[in-house]
């Protein structure tokens, strides 16, 4: 890694240190008359002293948005039979609110979020809560929802009926769990604000991600590739957070790599590598903080992540007894033997395991993001503007730079879609790369049973994408996709983050970015030190975003894009209308379309609850059935577990809480050191009889390096349902066993 010079402070001159003495005047007036007229906005009562120096109030805050860690299917990879049977790593929102110090309502709120992707259902619950308890403060115009793109979490969250199928319909639980989560980051984030300064710089991390979509990229113009080195984008941009002395509170990095370090056969509810980096840089900060506690908060945002891959050595053919066996998997189409299934990409640490890939991309991330904070760092300076509009992208109609009229579809998903990725392979005969013309004649009539035909205007609106779903028009029971998305750019002095509704491919993401670059620089809005950074899966889900030319080739991404050939083109004529928003003084709104209909309250859920929970006969919940060694030390790199009577921990997620606990015998006391968000934790959940309602519950600590020697035990924390009565919570411990 090495850092990239990106850009530098702009010079001050004697016309610059009279406009800073004008702007801190006018800011403390500001402060001061604020102060006394809305004590919300300030909940700490922040020191006024400091605000003379600061430009920026600054608040951040972290909340747990674990759901059901059990029973429950997980999102991302779209398969069935990948329901979660336990916890690696707790889910979390880490909010950060950036306030204007010279007009404190100039303000937003960046929402960084463990989960695949932002939902319009979920984003809708959250604006309502916060808009509700700070009215007038936080709007639906200024708070960004943003997933990180993890494939290793609860699912059934989002409102639309495509992503709901595998997890049997909506699931209440999970997105509870998320609303309720978030709100508490953002309540935190603002009551902590207090003046403080913001500064950005960047880095090269050379070993963290590929294009698993290479022979799309390849399509592009060659003239355009030959202005870059990598068929990805390695660069990684931070966002320094600082108090009024310059102390680091947290940071916010930007760096496109797909959260699919943990594969689909994985079943523990983790979140996955900037899950991980982010866990790695907190507790780098505050070591003795258990996770989500730390006053430090670190965020790894995605960002154009639509063609990227955390498994870096690249796809390979597990076909055991074939002559392809341990062979690269064929480059255009993803297959091994004509076949998806057995096309995989390995991650860095695939030898051992999934969750070594994952640990060690996550720390790839997390060395990236501290190199850039400990090295040179410019200047964040200008004033917060945020700008939201929805746009329809069923039916937008705009004009090429050429002067053709073009329009968006009806949205629409390819053959390949259903072939999967190599980080997540489909199956049957679907490959990626198809074109239509050789499929199977058999799923058209499997198609046309499950959403309407096509019609020719359609067919030829999404060409040269077969259709495989053609779910902007299945309207029942509730909407199938998003046909209205958020539009949306958040900036802050002179960075602007363009919150996406979907995954842009990585070259779809350099041409939106420097794009709307050159257009805040040509307008006068911002100068050349002008940053600007995507950010997304956010708000809405509008799936994948492509250029033309990768369209053209229909692999995974293009088959993905919902809304046809033109929806790159789209998003650059609509994000291109909202820059003049971003200006200083500009107080007006852009025109908007309806926001979408809520699709909430129409959902449909199979999953069933928990009927009761019982106990073998003779035995007790939380009752040790399987205990740790005693008789001899355990040593840095052994697993240590225990096993106990348990009950499903749907009964309750124990958000903010734990489901165990690793403690120490310290001078005499019992004192908690690891808990269910360590990732040298595990806490695995079976049913061992669904007729009488038995379960187990495993826990395993694998001990690491520099733990210090001593005694230590296991502690079980559950929730037993009865058939008649009210949840009742236990506790089970382990014998207590020595580290040597």
Not at 180 to 202: C, E, F, Y
Request: glycine share 10%.
């Amino acid at each position: 890694m090495h850092i990239v010079a990106y850009h530098s402070a702009l010079p001050l001159d004697f016309w610059g240190v009279i406009d800073s003495l004008y702007n801190a005047m006018t800011g403390l007036i500001w402060y001061l008359t604020a102060f006394f007229a809305s004590a919300s906005l300030f909940p700490n009562g922040a020191e006024l002293i400091s605000l003379a120096s600061a430009q920026y109030l600054l608040g951040l805050g972290t909340g747990d948005i674990t759901g059901p860690v059990v029973e429950t299917n997980m999102m991302g990879y779209a398969n069935l039979s990948q329901v979660d049977t336990g916890l690696h790593m707790r889910q979390r929102s880490r909010a950060f609110i950036i306030a204007d110090a010279a007009n404190p309502s100039n303000r937003v709120v960046f929402i960084n979020s463990d989960i695949a992707m932002g939902d319009t259902g979920v984003r809708r619950s959250i604006v309502a809560q916060i808009t509700a308890q700070y009215p007038g403060v936080y709007t639906n115009e200024n708070i960004a929802f943003v997933g990180t793109h993890q494939h290793a979490g609860v699912g059934g969250y989002l409102e639309n009926l495509l992503p709901q199928i595998t997890s049997l319909g909506y699931v209440e639980l999970t997105a509870d769990a998320i609303v309720n989560g978030t709100v508490r980051a953002v309540q935190r984030a603002h009551a902590n604000i207090a003046p403080g300064k913001l500064s950005l710089g960047n880095a090269t991390i050379l070993d963290a991600n590929i294009n698993r979509s290479p022979t799309a990229y390849l399509a592009n113009p060659a003239e355009e590739r030959a202005r870059y080195q990598y068929d990805q984008d390695k660069d990684m941009t931070v966002l320094r957070f600082d108090d009024a002395n310059g102390n680091a509170r947290g940071l916010l990095s930007f760096f496109a790599v797909h959260g699919t370090s943990l594969y689909g056969n994985n079943t523990l509810v983790s979140a996955d590598n900037k899950g991980m980096a982010a866990y790695l840089y907190e507790s780098t900060v505050e070591p003795g903080a258990m996770p989500g506690n730390a006053t430090f908060v670190a965020g790894f945002t995605q960002s154009n992540v639509g063609d990227t891959s955390p498994n870096t050595l690249g796809p390979y053919c597990e076909s055991p007894g074939e002559p392809y066996d341990g062979q690269p998997c064929d480059l255009a189409t993803s297959t091994c033997g004509g076949k998806v299934e057995d096309c995989h990409g390995r991650g860095p640490g695939f030898q051992i395991s999934d969750f070594e890939s994952n640990r060690i991309i996550g720390e790839r991330q997390f060395l990236g993001a501290q190199q850039i904070m400990n090295g040179p760092l410019s200047p964040v300076q200008g004033t917060v503007k945020s700008v939201h509009t929805y746009l329809d992208m069923s039916s937008y109609q705009f004009t090429l730079a050429n002067g053709t009229t073009v329009n968006t579809c009806p949205a629409a998903m390819g053959f390949s879609f259903a072939g999967g990725t190599t980080d997540g392979p489909g199956a049957l005969d679907f490959i990626q790369g198809d074109n239509g013309t050789g499929h199977n004649a058999l799923w058209d009539i499997v198609k046309g049973a499950i959403t309407p035909a096509p019609s020719d205007v359609q067919v030829a609106c999404q060409a040269p994408k077969p259709i495989l779903l053609n779910t902007g028009y299945a309207h029942w029971p509730y909407e199938w996709a998003p046909s209205i998305v958020d539009v949306q750019m958040l900036r802050v002095g002179n960075l602007v983050m363009v919150i996406a509704p979907g995954e842009f491919t990585t070259m779809a993401g350099r041409r939106i970015r420097e794009a709307l670059r050159a257009q805040l620089i040509s307008s006068g809005i911002l100068g050349n030190d002008a940053y600007v950074v995507i950010a997304g899966p956010a708000n809405t889900y509008g799936h994948y975003v492509t250029t033309r030319e990768e369209y053209a080739i229909q692999r995974y991404e293009g088959a993905s894009t919902l809304f046809g050939p033109f929806t790159l083109e789209a998003y650059l004529d609509k994000y291109s209308s909202l820059v003049q928003y971003l200006g200083d003084a500009v107080t007006s709104t852009p025109p908007s379309a309806a926001a979408p209909p809520e699709q909430t309250s129409k959902a449909i859920s199979l999953q069933t609850g928990v009927i009761f929970d019982s106990s073998p006969l003779g035995q007790k919940f939380g009752q040790v059935t399987s205990d740790v060694n005693t008789t001899t030390a355990y040593h840095a790199g052994d697993t240590v577990s225990a096993s106990f009577v348990g009950a499903n921990p749907r009964n309750n997620l124990r958000l903010e809480g734990t489901f165990l606990t690793i403690d120490q015998s310290v001078n005499g006391q019992w004192t908690p050191v690891r808990s269910d968000s360590h990732p040298s934790t595990l806490y695995q959940w079976l049913r061992t009889s669904t007729i009488l309602a038995h379960s187990t519950v495993t826990i395993s600590w694998t001990i690491e390096q520099g733990t210090p020697a001593g005694t230590y035990r296991i502690s079980y924390f559950g929730d037993s349902k009865p058939l008649i009565g009210s949840i009742s919570s236990f506790t089970g411990v382990s014998s207590s066993f020595t580290v040597a």
